[in-house]
């Protein structure tokens, strides 16, 4: 007979809520005094120049012409389109006026039509500041972002309602630790990988009891996915080193080298496959603790190592997909590298052993090797605490006569389903009896 999923999990015994409480409550604490100890405390200021002014502005009308030849040769023309833009300026010194600024044009260009909702940048001329000029730097993105922020914030809670909404205020506590301080803390210069740990564990202890409450099942999972971070860590420190990366694979890591110098790129290349992982692994985590609690529940006479192979087996086929999920995320964020990859003449052995594409295909297997760990552990521990505390239950109970209604046998459940096989007297006989 199946368990009532819709009423909660039976309570952990009080020892085994013990033992999770005091293992994960120090755990906490030590996250915390470490995010405390590399919390980043001076501000710096941008490296960069000065940013340009920016305003707001509406296209009220939009003039195109023929592009001038380019200065080369003199007869190719200009990658367009050319001509010139009349915008409402609704921001700055010249609010409520008309101004005038040339389309944009070159690769990327954004295409400008009246009634677009554009940015403005104001830019000054060196040797006579009196003289100013306006460009096109993009349209206004705020108000449809705004909308499917919106749309997304009501999806989630009208399908998942309290359970949705929490699993938004998680949402908002990732982003809080990410942006206050993981790359705070990697901008001033504190090791990376050491920072991206913290952040995630401070990240999992927030989101996993915020969505999932805190119960012994959640406790599990956090176990779970702090020790699977851990190792994917390792994992990630020994295979960089192997290959000899250095984090110089990609362009945008260059870029940021020109401007914080104090920048570990090595340590970044880890930190970013910690918290790439991160949500995979939760996903992972939480899953495996749910289904040794549901088996359990539906079959309370399930042992401790008929729950784990049970579970593993669910945990295999999520494995099994997830890991596509993985490479086809990476594989998506990596689309320009891999047509690059596409137009490259040379031999294949040579450009999947170069740094770019070596990065990309150490993220996937280390992130994949640690999402594989998580299965076994998690479920390991999921099945202890789930069974924990049955032999002192049933020592207790040694004394109680048996249930009234003990589990049926293979041979009566198929005699119940096939009556007439089974020498039903007629037809008015009924199953009901033998189950």
């Known amino acids: 007979m199946g368990a009532d999923h819709t009423r909660p999990a039976p309570p952990a015994p009080t020892g085994v809520r013990r033992i999770l409480v005091a293992t994960v409550v120090p755990l906490f604490l030590v996250t915390v005094v470490a995010a405390l100890v590399l919390w980043p405390r001076d501000s710096r200021e941008p490296t960069g120049g000065a940013d340009l002014p920016r305003y707001h502005g509406t296209v009220t009308r939009v003039v195109t012409e023929p592009c001038p030849p380019t200065p080369e040769g003199g007869t ?17 010194p010249d609010a409520g006026r008309q101004v005038e600024a040339p389309l944009p044009s070159g690769p990327g260009a954004s295409r400008i039509e009246v009634g677009d909702k554009i940015i403005l940048v104001e830019l000054m001329d060196p040797a006579d500041p009196t003289i100013k000029t306006y460009n096109i730097a993009e349209h206004q993105r705020g108000t449809p972002l705004v909308w499917l922020a919106v749309l997304f914030a009501v999806a989630i809670v009208a399908f998942g309602r309290w359970r949705g909404l929490a699993a938004l205020g998680g949402l908002v506590a990732s982003f809080a630790v990410l942006l206050g301080f993981v790359l705070p803390g990697i901008g001033a210069g504190q ?3 050491l920072v991206a740990i913290v952040g995630a564990a401070l990240i999992m202890f927030v989101v996993l009891y915020l969505t999932h409450g ?39 890591a260059t870029t940021l080298s020109m401007f914080q110098q104090n920048v570990d790129l090595h340590g970044l290349l880890l930190a970013g496959i910690i918290i790439g992982s991160l949500g ?54 990596s689309l320009p590298l891999l047509l690059l990859l596409v137009a490259d003449s040379r031999p294949v052995g040579e450009i999947l052993t170069s740094e770019f594409m070596a990065q990309e295909i150490v993220r996937s297997a280390v992130a994949t090797l640690g999402l594989i760990a998580a299965v076994p552990l998690t479920t390991g521990l999921a099945a202890v605490v789930r069974t924990a505390g049955r032999a002192g239950a049933a020592t207790d109970a040694g004394a109680r006569p048996p249930s009234s209604r003990p589990p049926a046998e293979r041979h009566d459940a198929l005699e119940a389903l096939g009556g007439a096989a089974a020498g039903r007297s007629g037809p008015e006989r009924s199953t009901e009896a033998a189950w």
């Open 76 to 92: 190719g023309q200009a990658t367009g389109p050319c001509g010139t833009a009349t915008v409402a300026a609704e921001q700055g």
């Open 191 to 193: 090791p990376p990988l």
């Open 214 to 252: 805190i119960t012994a099942e959640t406790s599990v999972a956090v176990l779970g996915t702090l020790g699977s971070l851990v190792l994917t860590g390792i994992l990630g420190t020994l295979a960089t080193a192997a290959t000899h990366l250095t984090g110089y694979g990609s362009e945008d």
């Open 280 to 333: 995979v692994l939760d996903d992972v985590t939480v899953t495996q603790a749910a289904t040794v609690t549901e088996l359990a529940n539906a079959n309370p006479g399930l042992s401790r190592m008929q729950l784990y192979r049970a579970a593993t087996r669910v945990g295999r086929a999520h494995i099994a997909s997830t890991v596509n999920t993985i490479v086809l995320a990476y594989a998506g964020a």
